[in-house]
Protein backbone atom coordinates (compact mmCIF):
# COMPACT_ATOMS: atom_id res chain seq x y z
CA UNK A 1 0.00 0.00 0.00
CA UNK A 2 1.20 3.19 -1.15
CA UNK A 3 1.61 5.57 1.90
CA UNK A 4 1.66 8.88 -0.28
CA UNK A 5 1.19 9.05 -3.51
CA UNK A 6 1.72 11.87 -6.60
CA UNK A 7 0.52 11.78 -10.15
CA UNK A 8 1.89 12.02 -12.54
CA UNK A 9 5.32 11.31 -11.74
CA UNK A 10 7.18 13.40 -15.09
CA UNK A 11 5.24 16.05 -16.53
CA UNK A 12 6.75 17.97 -19.23
CA UNK A 13 5.13 21.21 -20.28
CA UNK A 14 5.46 24.46 -21.86
CA UNK A 15 5.81 28.11 -20.70
CA UNK A 16 2.36 29.93 -20.43
CA UNK A 17 0.35 26.76 -19.46
CA UNK A 18 -1.47 25.51 -16.83
CA UNK A 19 -1.14 22.19 -14.97
CA UNK A 20 -2.00 20.76 -11.87
CA UNK A 21 -0.07 17.35 -9.80
CA UNK A 22 -2.51 15.43 -7.51
CA UNK A 23 -1.71 14.20 -4.24
CA UNK A 24 -3.22 11.15 -1.76
CA UNK A 25 -2.76 9.88 1.71
CA UNK A 26 -3.82 6.95 3.27
CA UNK A 27 -2.83 7.28 6.34
CA UNK A 28 -4.99 9.23 7.60
CA UNK A 29 -2.69 12.46 8.66
CA UNK A 30 -4.65 15.65 9.14
CA UNK A 31 -1.88 17.68 7.43
CA UNK A 32 -0.62 18.17 3.95
CA UNK A 33 2.14 19.65 2.33
CA UNK A 34 3.92 21.07 -0.77
CA UNK A 35 7.61 20.88 -1.92
CA UNK A 36 9.82 22.20 -4.53
CA UNK A 37 13.42 20.77 -4.85
CA UNK A 38 15.59 22.81 -6.88
CA UNK A 39 18.42 21.32 -9.38
CA UNK A 40 20.92 21.73 -6.22
CA UNK A 41 18.62 19.63 -4.11
CA UNK A 42 16.92 22.57 -1.92
CA UNK A 43 14.00 21.32 -0.25
CA UNK A 44 11.93 24.29 0.46
CA UNK A 45 8.29 24.17 1.63
CA UNK A 46 5.55 25.60 -0.16
CA UNK A 47 2.45 25.29 1.32
CA UNK A 48 1.13 23.37 5.32
CA UNK A 49 -2.42 22.70 4.75
CA UNK A 50 -4.74 21.01 7.31
CA UNK A 51 -8.78 21.07 7.45
CA UNK A 52 -8.78 24.46 9.28
CA UNK A 53 -6.45 26.73 7.82
CA UNK A 54 -3.72 27.24 4.88
CA UNK A 55 -0.06 28.54 5.69
CA UNK A 56 1.67 29.74 2.69
CA UNK A 57 5.06 30.61 2.32
CA UNK A 58 5.29 34.35 1.18
CA UNK A 59 7.88 34.11 -1.14
CA UNK A 60 5.60 31.51 -3.19
CA UNK A 61 3.91 33.16 -6.42
CA UNK A 62 0.49 33.12 -6.31
CA UNK A 63 0.46 31.27 -9.62
CA UNK A 64 0.49 28.47 -6.94
CA UNK A 65 -2.61 27.20 -5.36
CA UNK A 66 -3.33 24.38 -3.40
CA UNK A 67 -6.87 22.60 -3.55
CA UNK A 68 -7.95 20.04 -1.18
CA UNK A 69 -10.77 18.25 -2.04
CA UNK A 70 -10.53 16.62 1.39
CA UNK A 71 -8.66 15.66 3.80
CA UNK A 72 -6.78 13.00 1.55
CA UNK A 73 -5.68 15.25 -0.87
CA UNK A 74 -3.88 18.30 -1.40
CA UNK A 75 -3.60 19.04 -4.95
CA UNK A 76 -1.23 21.77 -6.50
CA UNK A 77 -2.42 23.67 -9.33
CA UNK A 78 -0.01 25.98 -11.28
CA UNK A 79 -1.04 28.82 -13.71
CA UNK A 80 1.08 30.27 -15.93
CA UNK A 81 4.48 28.13 -15.98
CA UNK A 82 7.46 29.96 -16.58
CA UNK A 83 10.87 28.14 -17.08
CA UNK A 84 11.89 28.34 -13.25
CA UNK A 85 9.10 26.63 -11.87
CA UNK A 86 10.97 23.36 -13.35
CA UNK A 87 12.08 21.42 -10.37
CA UNK A 88 10.98 17.98 -8.59
CA UNK A 89 8.01 19.02 -6.26
CA UNK A 90 7.30 16.75 -3.22
CA UNK A 91 3.83 16.08 -1.33
CA UNK A 92 3.94 14.65 2.46
CA UNK A 93 1.49 14.26 5.13
CA UNK A 94 1.87 14.46 9.19
CA UNK A 95 -0.30 13.87 11.69
CA UNK A 96 -0.30 17.02 14.23
CA UNK A 97 -0.94 14.98 17.39
CA UNK A 98 2.48 13.02 17.26
CA UNK A 99 5.99 13.82 16.48
CA UNK A 100 5.26 15.31 13.04
CA UNK A 101 7.46 13.05 10.89
CA UNK A 102 6.44 13.92 7.69
CA UNK A 103 5.94 11.21 5.27
CA UNK A 104 6.51 11.89 1.38
CA UNK A 105 5.12 10.94 -1.87
CA UNK A 106 7.32 9.82 -4.77
CA UNK A 107 8.05 13.29 -6.04
CA UNK A 108 7.13 14.75 -9.60
CA UNK A 109 9.55 15.92 -11.74
CA UNK A 110 8.14 18.69 -13.55
CA UNK A 111 9.73 20.42 -16.53
CA UNK A 112 8.82 23.64 -18.66
CA UNK A 113 10.30 24.11 -21.88
CA UNK B 1 18.74 33.26 8.35
CA UNK B 2 19.41 30.00 8.02
CA UNK B 3 17.88 27.96 10.30
CA UNK B 4 19.57 24.59 9.41
CA UNK B 5 23.26 23.97 8.63
CA UNK B 6 25.15 20.95 7.19
CA UNK B 7 28.40 21.73 6.46
CA UNK B 8 29.36 18.55 4.34
CA UNK B 9 28.17 19.07 0.70
CA UNK B 10 30.00 15.55 0.45
CA UNK B 11 31.38 12.62 2.55
CA UNK B 12 32.92 9.34 1.51
CA UNK B 13 33.21 6.42 3.86
CA UNK B 14 34.74 3.00 3.56
CA UNK B 15 31.76 -0.17 3.74
CA UNK B 16 31.33 -1.43 7.20
CA UNK B 17 32.67 1.77 8.33
CA UNK B 18 30.65 4.19 10.71
CA UNK B 19 30.27 8.09 9.33
CA UNK B 20 28.99 10.76 11.16
CA UNK B 21 27.31 13.30 9.30
CA UNK B 22 27.13 16.85 10.68
CA UNK B 23 23.70 19.26 11.54
CA UNK B 24 23.78 22.24 13.52
CA UNK B 25 20.40 24.16 14.15
CA UNK B 26 19.42 27.47 14.90
CA UNK B 27 16.09 28.24 17.19
CA UNK B 28 15.06 30.29 20.26
CA UNK B 29 11.74 28.10 20.53
CA UNK B 30 12.13 25.57 23.28
CA UNK B 31 9.98 22.72 22.04
CA UNK B 32 10.97 21.61 18.52
CA UNK B 33 12.38 18.38 16.63
CA UNK B 34 14.99 17.38 14.60
CA UNK B 35 14.08 15.03 12.08
CA UNK B 36 16.88 13.18 9.36
CA UNK B 37 15.89 11.95 6.00
CA UNK B 38 17.40 9.72 2.97
CA UNK B 39 17.17 10.62 -0.48
CA UNK B 40 18.53 7.54 -2.63
CA UNK B 41 19.07 8.24 -6.20
CA UNK B 42 15.83 7.10 -6.87
CA UNK B 43 14.60 10.22 -5.76
CA UNK B 44 11.98 9.70 -2.89
CA UNK B 45 12.50 11.18 0.61
CA UNK B 46 12.62 8.35 3.26
CA UNK B 47 12.24 9.45 7.17
CA UNK B 48 14.93 7.96 9.37
CA UNK B 49 14.94 8.93 12.60
CA UNK B 50 13.44 11.59 14.91
CA UNK B 51 14.43 13.55 18.27
CA UNK B 52 12.42 16.03 20.60
CA UNK B 53 14.14 18.43 22.02
CA UNK B 54 12.71 17.63 25.30
CA UNK B 55 14.05 14.24 24.95
CA UNK B 56 16.94 13.04 27.24
CA UNK B 57 18.43 10.01 25.62
CA UNK B 58 19.89 10.08 22.06
CA UNK B 59 17.52 8.68 19.68
CA UNK B 60 18.48 5.51 17.38
CA UNK B 61 16.87 3.50 14.89
CA UNK B 62 18.62 0.70 14.08
CA UNK B 63 22.19 1.40 12.56
CA UNK B 64 21.28 5.09 12.73
CA UNK B 65 21.89 7.03 16.03
CA UNK B 66 21.38 11.18 16.32
CA UNK B 67 24.12 12.41 18.71
CA UNK B 68 22.02 15.24 19.95
CA UNK B 69 23.93 18.16 21.77
CA UNK B 70 21.78 20.72 22.74
CA UNK B 71 23.26 23.05 24.08
CA UNK B 72 25.64 23.11 21.15
CA UNK B 73 22.87 22.79 18.91
CA UNK B 74 23.73 20.23 17.40
CA UNK B 75 21.87 16.86 15.60
CA UNK B 76 23.97 14.75 14.38
CA UNK B 77 23.37 11.53 12.74
CA UNK B 78 26.07 8.43 12.67
CA UNK B 79 25.34 5.71 10.65
CA UNK B 80 27.37 2.37 11.90
CA UNK B 81 28.26 -0.22 9.62
CA UNK B 82 27.71 1.69 6.14
CA UNK B 83 26.32 -0.38 3.31
CA UNK B 84 26.76 0.47 0.08
CA UNK B 85 22.98 1.10 -0.04
CA UNK B 86 23.70 4.00 2.37
CA UNK B 87 24.59 6.10 -0.49
CA UNK B 88 22.22 8.87 -0.72
CA UNK B 89 21.87 12.56 -0.11
CA UNK B 90 20.93 13.11 3.99
CA UNK B 91 19.05 16.01 4.86
CA UNK B 92 18.58 17.39 8.11
CA UNK B 93 15.13 19.02 9.37
CA UNK B 94 13.96 20.83 12.10
CA UNK B 95 10.32 21.86 13.10
CA UNK B 96 9.29 24.29 15.47
CA UNK B 97 6.52 24.44 17.68
CA UNK B 98 6.84 28.63 17.17
CA UNK B 99 6.48 28.07 13.50
CA UNK B 100 3.33 26.28 13.08
CA UNK B 101 5.98 23.00 13.56
CA UNK B 102 6.41 23.56 9.72
CA UNK B 103 9.81 21.57 8.52
CA UNK B 104 12.56 23.47 7.44
CA UNK B 105 15.48 21.60 5.57
CA UNK B 106 19.23 21.92 5.60
CA UNK B 107 21.33 22.05 2.19
CA UNK B 108 21.50 17.78 2.64
CA UNK B 109 24.81 15.59 2.48
CA UNK B 110 26.02 13.76 -0.23
CA UNK B 111 27.38 10.72 1.18
CA UNK B 112 29.10 8.03 -1.00
CA UNK B 113 30.22 4.87 0.36
CA UNK B 114 32.60 3.06 -1.07
CA UNK B 115 33.11 -1.00 -1.59
Known amino acids: DTAVSQTPKYLVTQMGNDKSIKCEQN?????MYWYKQDSKKFLKIMFS???????INETVPNRFSPKSPDKAHLNLHINSLELGDSAVYFC????????????FGPGTRLTVT | AQKITQTQPGMFVQEKEAVTLDCTYD???????LFWYKQPSSGEMIFLIY??????QNATEGRYSLNFQKARKSANLVISASQLGDSAMYFCAMRERGNNNDMRFGAGTRLTVKP
Open chain 1, 92 to 103: ASSQRTSTYEQY
Open chain 1, 49 to 55: YNNKELI
Open chain 2, 51 to 56: QGSYDQ
Open chain 1, 27 to 31: LGHDT
Open chain 2, 27 to 33: TSDPSYG
